[in-house]
Protein backbone atom coordinates (compact mmCIF):
# COMPACT_ATOMS: atom_id res chain seq x y z
CA UNK A 1 0.00 0.00 0.00
CA UNK A 2 2.97 2.61 0.89
CA UNK A 3 4.50 1.66 -2.46
CA UNK A 4 1.77 2.44 -4.13
CA UNK A 5 1.43 6.36 -2.56
CA UNK A 6 4.94 6.46 -3.71
CA UNK A 7 4.53 5.29 -7.16
CA UNK A 8 1.22 7.47 -7.37
CA UNK A 9 2.68 10.49 -6.00
CA UNK A 10 6.04 10.20 -8.00
CA UNK A 11 3.79 9.81 -11.33
CA UNK A 12 2.07 13.21 -10.06
CA UNK A 13 5.27 14.70 -9.96
CA UNK A 14 6.52 13.21 -13.29
CA UNK A 15 3.00 14.76 -14.36
CA UNK A 16 3.53 18.20 -13.02
CA UNK A 17 7.27 18.38 -14.63
CA UNK A 18 5.69 17.30 -17.83
CA UNK A 19 3.49 19.99 -18.05
CA UNK A 20 5.62 22.53 -16.87
CA UNK A 21 8.02 21.70 -19.72
CA UNK A 22 5.23 21.54 -22.17
CA UNK A 23 3.95 25.35 -21.12
CA UNK A 24 7.25 26.65 -20.96
CA UNK A 25 7.70 24.92 -24.68
CA UNK A 26 5.16 25.98 -26.25
CA UNK A 27 5.31 29.37 -24.80
CA UNK A 28 9.12 29.52 -26.94
CA UNK A 29 7.38 28.33 -29.88
CA UNK A 30 4.50 31.60 -29.68
CA UNK A 31 7.43 33.79 -29.22
CA UNK A 32 9.14 32.77 -32.04
CA UNK A 33 6.21 32.83 -34.15
CA UNK A 34 5.85 36.00 -32.46
CA UNK A 35 9.10 37.13 -33.17
CA UNK A 36 9.30 35.99 -36.76
CA UNK A 37 5.82 37.53 -37.89
CA UNK A 38 5.93 40.97 -35.75
CA UNK A 39 9.45 41.66 -34.26
CA UNK A 40 11.87 40.53 -37.14
CA UNK A 41 11.66 43.47 -39.51
CA UNK A 42 11.75 46.17 -36.98
CA UNK A 43 14.74 44.93 -35.37
CA UNK A 44 16.49 44.45 -38.64
CA UNK A 45 15.08 47.98 -39.91
CA UNK A 46 16.90 49.16 -36.85
CA UNK A 47 19.54 52.03 -37.49
CA UNK A 48 21.60 49.79 -34.76
CA UNK A 49 21.55 46.66 -36.46
CA UNK A 50 24.72 45.96 -38.26
CA UNK A 51 23.41 43.73 -40.56
CA UNK A 52 22.04 46.11 -42.55
CA UNK A 53 25.42 47.02 -43.58
CA UNK A 54 26.60 43.65 -44.04
CA UNK A 55 23.59 43.51 -46.91
CA UNK A 56 25.00 46.77 -48.54
CA UNK A 57 28.27 44.53 -48.81
CA UNK A 58 26.47 42.55 -50.72
CA UNK A 59 23.42 43.59 -52.23
CA UNK A 60 22.95 47.14 -54.80
CA UNK A 61 20.18 48.48 -52.51
CA UNK A 62 16.80 48.17 -55.20
CA UNK A 63 14.52 51.36 -56.28
CA UNK A 64 11.68 52.57 -55.42
CA UNK A 65 8.91 53.21 -58.16
CA UNK A 66 5.10 55.19 -58.29
CA UNK A 67 2.23 53.39 -59.26
CA UNK A 68 2.87 54.32 -62.60
CA UNK A 69 6.44 53.62 -62.67
CA UNK A 70 8.24 56.37 -62.61
CA UNK A 71 11.72 56.33 -60.20
CA UNK A 72 11.51 57.75 -56.95
CA UNK A 73 14.49 56.47 -55.91
CA UNK A 74 17.79 54.69 -56.97
CA UNK A 75 20.88 53.87 -57.23
CA UNK A 76 23.56 56.06 -59.30
CA UNK A 77 27.32 57.65 -59.75
CA UNK A 78 28.37 60.89 -58.72
CA UNK A 79 30.33 63.51 -60.09
CA UNK A 80 33.22 61.49 -58.32
CA UNK A 81 32.12 58.10 -59.59
CA UNK A 82 30.84 57.40 -55.93
CA UNK A 83 27.78 55.31 -55.61
CA UNK A 84 25.03 57.22 -53.99
CA UNK A 85 20.93 57.51 -53.62
CA UNK A 86 19.31 59.68 -55.96
CA UNK A 87 16.29 60.71 -55.70
CA UNK A 88 15.30 62.59 -58.82
CA UNK A 89 11.83 64.00 -57.64
CA UNK A 90 13.66 65.98 -55.01
CA UNK A 91 11.33 67.83 -52.38
CA UNK A 92 8.35 66.54 -53.67
CA UNK A 93 8.55 63.13 -52.12
CA UNK A 94 10.92 64.05 -49.45
CA UNK A 95 8.94 62.99 -46.82
CA UNK A 96 6.84 60.48 -48.63
CA UNK A 97 10.07 58.46 -49.83
CA UNK A 98 12.09 59.14 -47.49
CA UNK A 99 16.10 58.71 -47.22
CA UNK A 100 18.15 55.80 -46.78
CA UNK A 101 20.80 57.25 -44.47
CA UNK A 102 20.61 58.22 -40.32
CA UNK A 103 17.96 55.29 -39.69
CA UNK A 104 16.04 55.87 -43.00
CA UNK A 105 12.48 57.72 -42.88
CA UNK A 106 9.20 56.93 -45.28
CA UNK A 107 9.26 53.74 -47.62
CA UNK A 108 12.73 53.61 -47.34
CA UNK A 109 12.55 52.87 -44.21
CA UNK A 110 9.32 50.53 -44.19
CA UNK A 111 10.98 48.26 -47.08
CA UNK A 112 14.41 49.07 -46.09
CA UNK A 113 15.33 45.11 -45.19
CA UNK A 114 13.20 44.59 -49.07
CA UNK A 115 15.37 46.77 -50.36
CA UNK A 116 18.41 45.07 -49.38
CA UNK A 117 17.17 41.14 -49.87
CA UNK A 118 17.61 40.00 -53.63
CA UNK A 119 15.94 37.86 -55.20
CA UNK A 120 17.36 37.61 -58.95
CA UNK A 121 17.54 34.13 -60.18
CA UNK A 122 19.33 31.59 -58.25
CA UNK A 123 21.84 30.55 -60.22
CA UNK A 124 23.04 34.28 -61.50
CA UNK A 125 22.44 35.27 -57.52
CA UNK A 126 25.43 32.14 -56.71
CA UNK A 127 27.73 33.41 -59.86
CA UNK A 128 27.95 36.76 -58.38
CA UNK A 129 27.99 35.50 -54.99
CA UNK A 130 30.97 33.23 -55.81
CA UNK A 131 32.76 35.93 -58.00
CA UNK A 132 32.09 38.94 -55.32
CA UNK A 133 29.90 40.95 -57.35
CA UNK A 134 26.60 42.54 -55.64
CA UNK A 135 23.66 41.06 -56.54
CA UNK A 136 20.63 43.57 -57.51
CA UNK A 137 18.14 44.30 -54.49
CA UNK A 138 14.59 43.49 -55.09
CA UNK A 139 12.85 46.99 -55.75
CA UNK A 140 9.42 48.89 -54.27
CA UNK A 141 6.27 50.13 -56.02
CA UNK A 142 4.28 52.44 -54.00
CA UNK A 143 0.64 53.30 -54.47
CA UNK A 144 1.80 56.78 -54.75
CA UNK A 145 0.27 58.96 -57.60
CA UNK A 146 3.35 61.56 -59.25
CA UNK A 147 0.10 64.00 -60.62
CA UNK A 148 -1.70 63.86 -57.05
CA UNK A 149 1.62 64.48 -54.94
CA UNK A 150 2.71 67.11 -57.12
CA UNK A 151 -0.57 68.90 -57.03
CA UNK A 152 -0.26 68.66 -53.10
CA UNK A 153 2.89 69.73 -53.09
CA UNK A 154 2.47 72.83 -54.85
CA UNK A 155 -1.09 73.78 -52.83
CA UNK A 156 0.30 73.74 -49.84
CA UNK A 157 2.89 76.23 -51.56
CA UNK A 158 4.68 78.71 -48.80
CA UNK A 159 2.94 77.16 -45.84
CA UNK A 160 3.97 74.42 -43.09
CA UNK A 161 1.38 71.60 -42.75
CA UNK A 162 0.80 68.51 -44.51
CA UNK A 163 -1.76 67.05 -46.81
CA UNK A 164 -2.44 63.42 -47.54
CA UNK A 165 -5.13 61.89 -50.23
CA UNK A 166 -6.08 58.36 -49.83
CA UNK A 167 -8.26 55.77 -51.39
CA UNK A 168 -11.54 55.49 -49.76
CA UNK A 169 -12.23 51.92 -50.37
CA UNK A 170 -8.94 50.12 -49.85
CA UNK A 171 -6.82 52.76 -47.55
CA UNK A 172 -3.97 52.69 -50.19
CA UNK A 173 -1.99 55.89 -49.62
CA UNK A 174 -2.19 58.25 -53.23
CA UNK A 175 -0.52 61.40 -52.20
CA UNK A 176 1.12 62.45 -48.87
CA UNK A 177 2.90 66.08 -48.50
CA UNK A 178 4.55 67.51 -45.58
CA UNK A 179 6.17 71.35 -45.35
CA UNK A 180 8.43 72.85 -44.23
CA UNK A 181 10.32 69.85 -46.76
CA UNK A 182 14.30 69.28 -47.92
CA UNK A 183 16.10 67.88 -50.12
CA UNK A 184 16.82 63.90 -49.44
CA UNK A 185 19.54 64.04 -52.30
CA UNK A 186 21.78 65.66 -49.86
CA UNK A 187 20.21 65.21 -46.13
CA UNK A 188 23.31 64.08 -45.03
CA UNK A 189 25.72 66.45 -46.16
CA UNK A 190 23.51 68.67 -44.61
CA UNK A 191 22.45 66.86 -41.79
CA UNK A 192 23.75 68.78 -38.58
CA UNK A 193 21.91 71.91 -40.07
CA UNK A 194 18.52 70.40 -40.92
CA UNK A 195 18.55 67.94 -37.86
CA UNK A 196 19.22 71.08 -35.67
CA UNK A 197 16.24 72.87 -37.24
CA UNK A 198 14.12 73.05 -34.51
CA UNK A 199 11.94 75.80 -35.91
CA UNK A 200 11.08 74.61 -39.28
CA UNK A 201 11.66 70.96 -38.28
CA UNK A 202 11.83 69.62 -41.68
CA UNK A 203 12.52 65.82 -41.04
CA UNK A 204 9.12 65.69 -39.25
CA UNK A 205 7.13 64.27 -41.31
CA UNK A 206 3.31 66.53 -39.89
CA UNK A 207 1.36 64.26 -41.87
CA UNK A 208 2.11 61.10 -39.59
CA UNK A 209 3.84 62.70 -36.77
CA UNK A 210 2.14 66.23 -36.56
CA UNK A 211 -0.05 66.89 -33.56
CA UNK A 212 -3.00 69.70 -34.08
CA UNK A 213 -6.07 70.38 -32.25
CA UNK A 214 -8.51 69.37 -34.63
CA UNK A 215 -10.54 71.88 -34.02
CA UNK A 216 -13.94 71.75 -35.61
CA UNK A 217 -13.34 68.98 -37.51
CA UNK A 218 -13.51 67.13 -34.18
CA UNK A 219 -17.34 67.48 -34.70
CA UNK A 220 -17.54 64.62 -36.73
CA UNK A 221 -16.42 62.60 -33.38
CA UNK A 222 -18.75 64.76 -30.75
CA UNK A 223 -21.65 63.52 -33.64
CA UNK A 224 -21.14 60.11 -33.61
CA UNK A 225 -21.28 60.39 -29.86
CA UNK A 226 -24.61 61.97 -29.97
CA UNK A 227 -25.97 59.88 -32.31
CA UNK A 228 -24.64 56.49 -30.56
CA UNK A 229 -26.86 57.99 -27.17
CA UNK A 230 -29.79 59.58 -29.50
CA UNK A 231 -30.33 57.19 -32.15
CA UNK A 232 -33.80 56.99 -31.93
CA UNK A 233 -34.40 60.51 -31.79
CA UNK A 234 -31.41 62.41 -32.69
CA UNK A 235 -33.38 64.31 -35.54
CA UNK A 236 -35.33 65.92 -32.95
CA UNK A 237 -32.56 67.89 -32.05
CA UNK A 238 -33.50 72.12 -32.11
CA UNK A 239 -30.84 74.56 -30.90
CA UNK A 240 -31.21 78.30 -31.09
CA UNK A 241 -27.60 79.96 -31.87
CA UNK A 242 -27.30 83.60 -30.83
CA UNK A 243 -23.22 83.43 -31.51
CA UNK A 244 -22.51 82.17 -28.05
CA UNK A 245 -23.76 79.70 -25.13
CA UNK A 246 -22.66 80.16 -21.65
CA UNK A 247 -22.65 77.11 -18.82
CA UNK A 248 -21.57 77.71 -15.16
CA UNK A 249 -19.51 81.18 -16.44
CA UNK A 250 -18.22 79.23 -19.12
CA UNK A 251 -18.78 81.50 -22.46
CA UNK A 252 -17.75 79.70 -25.81
CA UNK A 253 -18.38 81.70 -29.05
CA UNK A 254 -18.95 80.66 -32.42
CA UNK A 255 -16.41 81.82 -34.89
CA UNK A 256 -15.97 85.47 -35.71
CA UNK A 257 -19.43 85.43 -33.71
CA UNK A 258 -21.74 84.52 -36.25
CA UNK A 259 -25.52 84.10 -35.08
CA UNK A 260 -26.90 80.89 -37.25
CA UNK A 261 -30.14 81.30 -35.74
CA UNK A 262 -32.64 78.18 -35.28
CA UNK A 263 -30.75 74.96 -36.68
CA UNK A 264 -31.92 71.13 -36.13
CA UNK A 265 -28.27 68.56 -35.70
CA UNK A 266 -27.54 68.49 -38.81
CA UNK A 267 -27.40 72.42 -39.73
CA UNK A 268 -25.62 73.10 -36.49
CA UNK A 269 -23.16 70.74 -37.99
CA UNK A 270 -23.13 72.46 -41.36
CA UNK A 271 -22.89 75.76 -39.80
CA UNK A 272 -20.24 74.19 -37.64
CA UNK A 273 -21.58 75.96 -34.73
CA UNK A 274 -19.73 76.25 -31.87
CA UNK A 275 -22.52 76.93 -29.55
CA UNK A 276 -24.57 74.25 -30.74
CA UNK A 277 -21.69 71.63 -29.76
CA UNK A 278 -20.89 73.15 -26.90
CA UNK A 279 -24.61 72.82 -26.11
CA UNK A 280 -24.30 68.75 -27.08
CA UNK A 281 -21.08 68.29 -25.01
CA UNK A 282 -22.96 69.34 -21.90
CA UNK A 283 -25.80 66.02 -22.93
CA UNK A 284 -22.82 63.59 -23.31
CA UNK A 285 -22.31 60.40 -21.40
CA UNK A 286 -18.54 61.73 -20.94
CA UNK A 287 -17.30 57.84 -19.96
CA UNK A 288 -19.17 56.77 -23.15
CA UNK A 289 -17.61 59.36 -25.14
CA UNK A 290 -13.95 58.00 -23.96
CA UNK A 291 -15.37 54.81 -25.03
CA UNK A 292 -16.14 55.89 -28.45
CA UNK A 293 -12.96 58.08 -28.98
CA UNK A 294 -10.87 54.35 -27.83
CA UNK A 295 -12.65 52.44 -30.99
CA UNK A 296 -11.49 55.32 -32.82
CA UNK A 297 -7.72 54.47 -31.78
CA UNK A 298 -7.13 58.02 -30.03
CA UNK A 299 -4.47 56.98 -27.39
CA UNK A 300 -3.73 53.97 -29.64
CA UNK A 301 -0.83 52.68 -31.74
CA UNK A 302 -2.51 53.38 -35.11
CA UNK A 303 -1.80 50.58 -37.71
CA UNK A 304 0.86 51.75 -40.41
CA UNK A 305 5.16 51.05 -40.91
CA UNK A 306 5.17 54.77 -41.27
CA UNK A 307 6.38 56.69 -38.14
CA UNK A 308 3.55 58.69 -36.51
CA UNK A 309 2.24 60.27 -33.05
CA UNK A 310 -0.53 58.73 -31.34
CA UNK A 311 -3.54 61.11 -31.24
CA UNK A 312 -4.65 62.18 -27.42
CA UNK A 313 -8.08 62.37 -25.96
CA UNK A 314 -7.82 62.95 -22.56
CA UNK A 315 -11.20 64.27 -20.90
CA UNK A 316 -12.41 62.29 -18.00
CA UNK A 317 -15.60 61.98 -16.15
CA UNK A 318 -15.07 64.24 -13.93
CA UNK A 319 -14.17 66.85 -16.58
CA UNK A 320 -15.27 70.37 -15.42
CA UNK A 321 -17.64 72.71 -17.46
CA UNK A 322 -14.75 74.33 -19.82
CA UNK A 323 -13.05 71.07 -20.92
CA UNK A 324 -16.57 69.74 -22.08
CA UNK A 325 -17.61 72.60 -24.13
CA UNK A 326 -14.51 73.05 -25.95
CA UNK A 327 -13.58 69.21 -26.13
CA UNK A 328 -16.96 68.72 -27.63
CA UNK A 329 -16.50 71.63 -30.22
CA UNK A 330 -12.63 70.11 -30.98
CA UNK A 331 -10.37 72.66 -28.92
CA UNK A 332 -9.55 71.63 -25.31
CA UNK A 333 -6.58 69.39 -24.81
CA UNK A 334 -7.68 67.06 -28.29
CA UNK A 335 -4.39 66.66 -30.90
CA UNK A 336 -4.83 65.04 -33.86
CA UNK A 337 -2.64 63.65 -37.08
CA UNK A 338 -3.63 64.62 -40.37
CA UNK A 339 -3.72 60.51 -41.32
CA UNK A 340 -5.30 59.55 -37.69
CA UNK A 341 -8.13 62.26 -39.24
CA UNK A 342 -7.64 61.07 -42.76
CA UNK A 343 -8.19 57.39 -41.46
CA UNK A 344 -11.51 58.18 -39.85
CA UNK A 345 -12.62 60.17 -42.74
CA UNK A 346 -11.69 56.63 -45.33
CA UNK A 347 -14.03 54.77 -42.44
CA UNK A 348 -17.33 57.45 -42.90
CA UNK A 349 -16.97 56.84 -46.46
CA UNK A 350 -16.73 53.33 -46.44
CA UNK A 351 -19.92 52.99 -44.35
CA UNK A 352 -17.92 52.66 -41.32
CA UNK A 353 -15.03 50.05 -42.01
CA UNK A 354 -11.83 51.84 -41.22
CA UNK A 355 -8.92 49.95 -43.67
CA UNK A 356 -5.25 50.22 -43.05
CA UNK A 357 -3.69 52.68 -44.48
CA UNK A 358 -0.51 51.16 -46.83
CA UNK A 359 1.62 52.48 -49.66
CA UNK A 360 3.66 49.68 -50.87
CA UNK A 361 1.75 47.62 -53.46
CA UNK A 362 4.14 45.39 -55.18
CA UNK A 363 7.98 43.87 -54.44
CA UNK A 364 9.89 42.71 -57.55
CA UNK A 365 13.54 41.70 -58.33
CA UNK A 366 15.36 43.64 -60.45
CA UNK A 367 14.16 41.58 -63.86
CA UNK A 368 10.52 42.74 -62.94
CA UNK A 369 9.21 39.39 -61.52
CA UNK A 370 6.74 39.81 -59.03
CA UNK A 371 8.04 38.55 -55.89
CA UNK A 372 5.28 39.72 -53.27
CA UNK A 373 2.13 41.85 -53.74
CA UNK A 374 0.37 43.43 -50.68
CA UNK A 375 -3.86 43.39 -50.63
CA UNK A 376 -5.77 46.01 -48.76
CA UNK A 377 -6.00 44.80 -45.25
CA UNK A 378 -9.61 45.54 -43.09
CA UNK A 379 -8.78 47.03 -39.77
CA UNK A 380 -12.81 47.03 -38.11
CA UNK A 381 -15.76 48.63 -38.25
CA UNK A 382 -15.16 51.95 -36.16
CA UNK A 383 -19.34 53.01 -36.25
CA UNK A 384 -22.74 51.06 -37.75
CA UNK A 385 -23.34 51.30 -41.05
CA UNK A 386 -26.15 53.44 -40.49
CA UNK A 387 -24.31 56.07 -38.41
CA UNK A 388 -21.13 56.22 -41.26
CA UNK A 389 -24.75 57.01 -43.74
CA UNK A 390 -25.53 59.83 -41.35
CA UNK A 391 -22.26 61.30 -41.11
CA UNK A 392 -22.20 61.33 -45.05
CA UNK A 393 -24.95 63.48 -45.24
CA UNK A 394 -24.18 65.58 -42.57
CA UNK A 395 -20.71 65.84 -44.46
CA UNK A 396 -22.71 66.73 -47.76
CA UNK A 397 -24.51 69.22 -46.26
CA UNK A 398 -21.49 71.23 -45.48
CA UNK A 399 -20.40 71.48 -48.63
CA UNK A 400 -23.88 71.97 -49.99
CA UNK A 401 -25.07 74.86 -47.37
CA UNK A 402 -22.13 74.98 -45.18
CA UNK A 403 -18.47 76.02 -44.77
CA UNK A 404 -17.39 73.96 -47.64
CA UNK A 405 -19.78 75.76 -50.15
CA UNK A 406 -16.38 76.26 -52.15
CA UNK A 407 -16.86 72.57 -53.31
CA UNK A 408 -20.61 72.54 -54.37
CA UNK A 409 -21.99 73.06 -57.77
CA UNK A 410 -18.96 70.96 -59.65
CA UNK A 411 -18.64 68.02 -62.15
CA UNK A 412 -17.83 66.10 -59.24
CA UNK A 413 -19.72 65.87 -55.39
CA UNK A 414 -17.25 65.97 -52.46
CA UNK A 415 -18.62 66.00 -48.31
CA UNK A 416 -16.48 66.70 -46.10
CA UNK A 417 -16.09 69.26 -42.79
CA UNK A 418 -13.77 72.29 -42.29
CA UNK A 419 -12.05 72.89 -38.93
CA UNK A 420 -10.24 76.29 -37.41
CA UNK A 421 -8.32 75.13 -34.70
CA UNK A 422 -6.89 77.94 -32.18
CA UNK A 423 -3.70 77.79 -30.72
CA UNK A 424 -1.61 80.00 -28.24
CA UNK A 425 -2.21 82.75 -27.02
CA UNK A 426 -3.11 84.95 -29.95
CA UNK A 427 -6.72 85.43 -29.89
CA UNK A 428 -7.95 84.35 -33.36
CA UNK A 429 -5.19 82.25 -34.53
CA UNK A 430 -5.68 78.86 -36.07
CA UNK A 431 -5.10 75.97 -37.67
CA UNK A 432 -6.51 75.27 -41.38
CA UNK A 433 -8.21 72.18 -41.25
CA UNK A 434 -10.14 70.52 -43.88
CA UNK A 435 -10.86 66.11 -44.31
CA UNK A 436 -13.49 64.89 -47.13
CA UNK A 437 -14.06 62.29 -49.51
CA UNK A 438 -15.08 62.83 -53.38
CA UNK A 439 -18.08 61.39 -55.53
CA UNK A 440 -20.49 61.20 -52.81
CA UNK A 441 -22.28 58.16 -54.30
CA UNK A 442 -19.46 55.56 -54.48
CA UNK A 443 -16.55 57.26 -52.78
CA UNK A 444 -13.12 57.13 -54.57
CA UNK A 445 -10.61 59.44 -52.68
CA UNK A 446 -10.37 61.04 -49.30
CA UNK A 447 -8.66 63.96 -48.75
CA UNK A 448 -7.36 65.77 -45.54
CA UNK A 449 -5.62 69.02 -45.24
CA UNK A 450 -3.96 70.64 -42.35
CA UNK A 451 -2.27 74.04 -42.56
CA UNK A 452 -0.43 75.58 -39.60
CA UNK A 453 -1.48 79.04 -38.09
CA UNK A 454 -3.20 80.20 -41.38
CA UNK A 455 -6.81 81.04 -40.40
CA UNK A 456 -10.05 79.32 -41.12
CA UNK A 457 -10.59 76.12 -42.97
CA UNK A 458 -12.81 77.57 -45.36
CA UNK A 459 -10.38 79.65 -46.99
CA UNK A 460 -7.14 78.14 -46.59
CA UNK A 461 -7.42 74.58 -46.74
CA UNK A 462 -10.74 74.01 -48.76
CA UNK A 463 -9.21 75.91 -51.78
CA UNK A 464 -6.27 73.11 -51.26
CA UNK A 465 -8.33 69.98 -50.79
CA UNK A 466 -10.00 71.59 -54.31
CA UNK A 467 -6.86 71.53 -56.27
CA UNK A 468 -6.51 67.77 -55.64
CA UNK A 469 -9.94 66.56 -56.30
CA UNK A 470 -9.68 68.97 -59.45
CA UNK A 471 -6.49 67.06 -60.52
CA UNK A 472 -8.06 64.03 -60.25
CA UNK A 473 -10.79 64.74 -62.09
CA UNK A 474 -8.84 66.34 -64.66
CA UNK A 475 -10.54 69.76 -64.13
Known sequence: MRDN?????????MTIVMYFFTVVFLAMICYFFYY????????????????????????????IYAADGTVLAEQAMNSNNEEVRYYPLKEVFAHAVGYDTHGCAGVEHAANIELLTSNSPVNEKLQKEMAGVRNYGDNIYT????NLQKTAYEALGVYKGAIIVMDAKTGKLLAMVSKPDFDPNTVSENWAEI??????????????????????????????????????????????CKGSITFDDVTVECYHGSVHGS????????????????????????????????????????????????????????????????????????????????????????????????????????????????????????????????????MKEVVNTGTGKKLSKLSYTVAGKTGSAEFGTIKGQSH????????????EMVVTVLVEGAGSGSDY???????????????
Not at 355 to 381: A, R
Request: charged share 25%; proline share 4%; net charge neutral.
Open 195 to 240: SADKEKSPLVNRATQGLYPPGSTFKIVTLLEYLKEHSDNYADYKFN
Open 5 to 13: NKRTRKNRE
Open 36 to 63: VQIKASTEINSSFNTRQQNLAKKVIRGN
Open 143 to 146: SFDV
Open 263 to 394: EDLKKSFANSCNSSFANIGMQLDLAKYAETCSNLLFNKELPTDLYYSKSSFTMESSADTEEIMHTAMGQGNTLMSPLHMAMITQAIANDGVMMKPYEILKKTNYLGTVIESYEPQKIKSIMTENEAKIEQEF
Open 461 to 475: AVPMAKRIFDAYYGE
Open 432 to 443: AWFTGYSNTDDP
